[in-house]
């Protein structure tokens, strides 16, 4: 079943000009390189799937897997089981190892839209930013999920910038 399914969606995808993967500009620089980053579409269905891939797994896929990854549905449960199954197989494929299972955050931060969480308040002010809580809630679950990743402790951050301007949070 699952082998049948990815290679229904692997047919749609990797069509001459059917590229309709949804990519955040702030993320274009590796993307545009063979997506040699895990992009936040990915990073948002590997969280609710509970999978945690490493850079050095993704690096192994190729470019029709990748893009599988980033254009499988995962709004359903059996979506987010197929996805799951089919991210096991590609981890297991090339390393011969299972995949690392990720806990799911029952109550993720980013879902939180009676505040703006104080993560994202931090990181604002370094810039000497704010948004309102309407803005916060006008936000998609994926660019909010997005934001939150880019605000934790020990990432790198330098996307972050780039994501508010594109988001549409500032116009600095």
Same mark, same amino acid.
Request: proline share 6%.
């Given at each position: 079943?699952?082998?049948? /399914?990815?290679?229904? !969606? +692997?047919? @749609?995808?990797?069509? *001459?000009?059917?590229? +309709?993967a !949804?990519?955040?500009?702030?993320?274009?620089?590796?993307?545009?390189?063979? !997506?040699? %980053?895990?992009?936040?579409? @990915?990073?948002?269905?590997?969280?609710? %799937?509970?999978?945690?891939?490493?850079?050095? #797994?993704?690096?192994?896929?190729?470019?029709?897997?990748?893009n !599988?990854? %980033?254009?499988?549905? %995962?709004?359903?449960?059996?979506?987010?089981?197929?996805?799951?199954?089919?991210?096991? #197989?590609?981890?297991? =494929?090339?390393?011969? /190892?299972?995949?690392?299972?990720?806990?799911?955050? *029952?109550?993720? $931060?980013?879902? +939180?839209?009676? #505040?703006?969480?104080?993560?994202?308040?931090?990181e604002?002010? &370094?810039?000497?930013? &704010?948004?309102?809580? +309407?803005?916060?809630?006008?936000?998609?679950?994926?660019?909010?999920?997005?934001?939150m990743?880019?605000?934790?402790?020990?990432? #790198?951050? =330098?996307?972050? *910038?780039?994501?508010? &301007? $594109?988001f549409?949070? @500032?116009? &600095?």
């Open positions: 079943m699952v082998k049948e /399914k990815v290679k229904e !969606i +692997h047919n @749609v995808i990797v069509e *001459p000009g059917n590229n +309709h !949804i990519y955040f500009q702030f993320e274009k620089d590796f993307v545009e390189d063979g !997506i040699r %980053c895990i992009p936040m579409m @990915v990073r948002f269905k590997l969280d609710a %799937c509970g999978i945690k891939l490493r850079l050095k #797994e993704w690096s192994e896929f190729n470019p029709a897997e990748k !599988i990854l %980033c254009e499988m549905d %995962c709004d359903k449960p059996a979506e987010l089981q197929l996805y799951r199954n089919y991210l096991q #197989e590609l981890v297991y =494929r090339y390393s011969g /190892k299972a995949a690392t299972d990720l806990p799911i955050d *029952p109550d993720p $931060e980013w879902t +939180h839209t009676n #505040e703006i969480p104080f993560s994202l308040q931090q604002l002010a &370094k810039y000497n930013w &704010k948004i309102s809580l +309407h803005q916060w809630r006008s936000l998609s679950n994926l660019k909010r999920f997005s934001l990743k880019l605000t934790r402790p020990g990432h #790198e951050n =330098r996307n972050f *910038p780039g994501a508010i &301007k $594109e549409g949070l @500032v116009n &600095k």
